[in-house]
């Protein structure tokens, strides 16, 4: 009985990241496109998000990479650009307040990583999905 | 005495007029060889995965050809939107190596180009390939450096566009000296 109670709570925790206004709207948008295009969405996924940040693919340079090959394995601390060497700052908004703050800087990022990575722009549900996952990864 | 050292001054700067002298004092400051990047945007967007190479690295025809293709970007997607590449094209048109003859090094480059050639890389002008050919690969080659697109790595003051032997540290290795 305990864990009834307690799942949709875990739930709402998790999903509890306190976006500001533009990002709250942002969110809502990503919610709505990817209902329209799978009428099975219901909500974005962690695990999901997870999965599209960590697996492997060959990216645009025709060689194997991963979201993390630049922003590494523990979102708190800085990363490097496998390209260029320069550093880039942590991605977790935990660490870094400064993230997933302005939507214009996401929607830019999400589009040229998504080509960096998987040579296609993501969906919608799957932009909502990575970034659930970066701002809960703890 | 002292108009001697003045002389000897003179006359060391004609003498090793690409030395240390190269980048020239202007009131005991030296003056930069490539004028530095003053452009918040700029930094920002192009500084974020790289050095901000200044704009009077490359040509006028070079950074229209370069930010004209910005979704395949060096095999990187560095796609801007419509309105900030064309504030930062403006940018870079206006300060340009072409339109910076008063600097140096944008001379120089500018100079060694041939009005054919449109380089987008500015390891691949003539002047910085001469500028380099000479450092072994193992230099280059190392996790600190790792290309010579990687100006800071060994050029310290890169960032106030000063190129010359005098700001040189080449990770693991030290000073650098042509002759």
Redesign the interface.
């Known amino acids: 009985m305990k864990q009834f109670i307690l799942a949709p709570l875990l739930v709402n925790a998790l999903f509890a990241f306190d976006f500001n206004p533009q990002m709250q709207k942002y969110m809502q948008q990503l919610t709505q496109e990817a209902k329209k295009q799978n009428s099975n969405f219901s909500g974005f996924s962690y695990s999901r998000g997870e999965q599209i940040f960590t697996s492997k693919h060959i990216g645009k340079k025709g060689k194997m990479i991963t979201c993390t090959s630049c922003h590494g394995d523990d979102l708190t601390q800085n990363g490097k650009n496998i390209s260029t060497g320069k550093v880039i700052e942590p991605l977790s908004p935990s660490a870094n307040p400064k993230r997933f703050t302005k939507v214009k800087s996401v929607k830019k990022w999400l589009r040229r990583n998504f080509r960096d990575v998987y040579t296609r722009t993501g969906t919608a549900q799957e932009k909502g999905d990575v970034i659930t996952y970066i701002v809960n990864k703890k | 005495m002292k108009k001697i050292f003045v002389l000897l001054l003179v006359a060391g700067s004609l003498v090793y007029g690409d030395g240390w002298f190269e980048e020239g004092f202007s009131f005991g400051a030296k003056k930069a060889g490539v004028k530095p990047v003053d452009n918040k945007l700029y930094i920002e967007e192009c500084g974020?995965?790289?050095?901000a190479y200044q704009p009077g690295l490359l040509p006028e025809r070079s950074w229209k050809k370069l930010m004209a293709n910005l979704?395949?970007h060096?095999?990187?997607?560095?796609?801007?939107?419509e309105q900030d590449r064309k504030t930062l094209l403006a940018y870079l048109i206006k300060n340009s190596a072409d339109k910076a003859h008063q600097y140096k090094r944008s001379k120089k480059i500018d100079r060694s180009i041939p009005s054919s050639q449109t380089p987008i890389a500015i390891t691949q002008t003539p002047y910085f390939k001469h500028e380099h050919y000479e450092i072994p690969k193992r230099f280059i080659i190392q996790?600190e450096v790792?290309?010579l697109?990687?100006c800071a790595?060994c050029h310290t003051k890169a960032d106030k566009g000063l190129y010359s032997e005098s700001f040189i540290a080449i990770p693991n290795y030290g000073r650098w000296d042509d002759d």
């Open positions: 974020s995965c790289h050095f979704e395949d060096f095999q990187t997607d560095a796609s801007l939107e996790k790792r290309s697109a990687n790595a």
